[in-house]
């Protein structure tokens, strides 16, 4: 089985030789969309020994995702790895959320901070945006997942193929797993590490998460 | 009487530039048109303003007509807005989409 990496970077100069270097040996190929950085990502991700594209301008993580998407699915990839540039995942957990697609028990999986294993959250962040966010991805979207936004999951060509991300920045996450539920796709969900280096996304993302997802409902 | 033969001046200047625009080519046959149609409208609305006192009471409405013609002008911009926002969001995409293939080309 041919898996394939894809890490989106925008401004990662600083952590994506040693996320790449951390993932190489879980996966076949590393892909790095540099998406319009203004910094060296681009080239400490060639040196590192990953396959490299680059945005000529800046479009949003989604965007960049669905790029190395389409690169994956036409070099034959059977597995695709979404893993974030920001070295806040355990590359040691790729073989984690690969396991349910290559038994055959998945078709899409999703990597969860809330099944149990470290994510040290922002309080806010855990006790408030969190809850609030899985509320409105259960009742309004009819999504029944335990982690929202999450960008660390892994599909199969299958899934990539039902799965084109139009969203291009944070709503991808809710997009893929509306269209994952939308297409019928077998859905897993694995416990994940998450470690923060940084504050995340607060209520001004959430509400332009909540913006673009209904926009994309509109002109799809 | 003085207001309408205001509105109605402010109209026709409207409508001769927009003949004007034609003529140069700014504006395509669509366009052109369509906002024709609409001062030309705007023109009747002023002139019959009396019947559509008339109509909007008869609607049950309290205000006079002139108020009726604002609030369905304000709701046409919330309108227009409503499609500009769409517009954008779909040329947004098809920049990506763009921005994708030169990406992958190379």
């Known amino acids: ?220 | 009487m003085l207001q309408q033969i205001i509105a109605i001046v402010i109209i026709l200047f409207f409508v001769f530039r927009l003949f004007a625009q034609k003529k140069k080519g700014q504006i395509s046959k669509n366009e052109f048109t369509l906002w024709l149609a609409f001062w030309l409208i705007a023109a009747a609305a002023i002139i019959f303003i009396k019947s559509i006192d008339r109509l909007v009471a008869w609607l049950g409405f309290s205000g006079s007509g002139i108020n009726f013609l604002i609030y369905l002008a304000v709701l046409a911009l919330f309108y227009l807005v409503f499609r500009l926002r769409l517009d954008l969001a779909k040329m947004d995409r098809n920049l990506t989409e763009i921005v994708r293939q030169i990406t992958l080309k190379k």
């Open chain 1, 1 to 220: 089985m041919k898996i394939i990496c894809v890490i989106p970077a925008w401004n990662e100069e600083k952590n994506i030789a040693k996320v790449i270097i951390g993932a190489k040996p879980f996966v076949d190929e590393i892909v790095v969309v540099d998406d319009g950085s203004r910094d060296n990502t681009a080239a400490a991700a060639e040196t590192a020994g990953a396959t490299v594209f680059r945005h000529p301008i800046n479009r949003g993580q989604g965007a960049a995702l669905q790029t190395g998407n389409d690169y994956a699915h036409s070099h034959g990839a059977d597995i695709i790895v979404h893993f974030d540039a920001d070295d806040q995942f355990l590359a040691t957990e790729i073989k984690d959320m690969i396991a349910p697609i290559i038994e055959g028990r998945a078709d899409i999986v999703f990597g969860s901070r809330f099944l149990g294993k470290k994510a040290n959250l922002p309080a806010v962040k855990k006790y408030l945006i969190m809850p609030l966010a899985q509320i409105f991805t259960r009742v309004i979207l009819g999504i029944k997942l335990s982690d929202p936004q999450n960008g660390f999951r892994s599909m199969s060509r299958l899934a990539a193929e039902k799965i084109k991300i139009s969203n291009r920045e944070m709503a991808h996450n809710s997009e893929i797993q509306i269209k994952a539920f939308q297409e019928k796709l077998r859905v897993a969900e694995v416990p994940i590490t998450v470690i923060y280096h940084r504050v995340g996304r607060g209520w001004s993302d959430a509400k332009k998460i909540i913006r673009d997802l209904l926009i994309h409902k509109i002109i799809k």
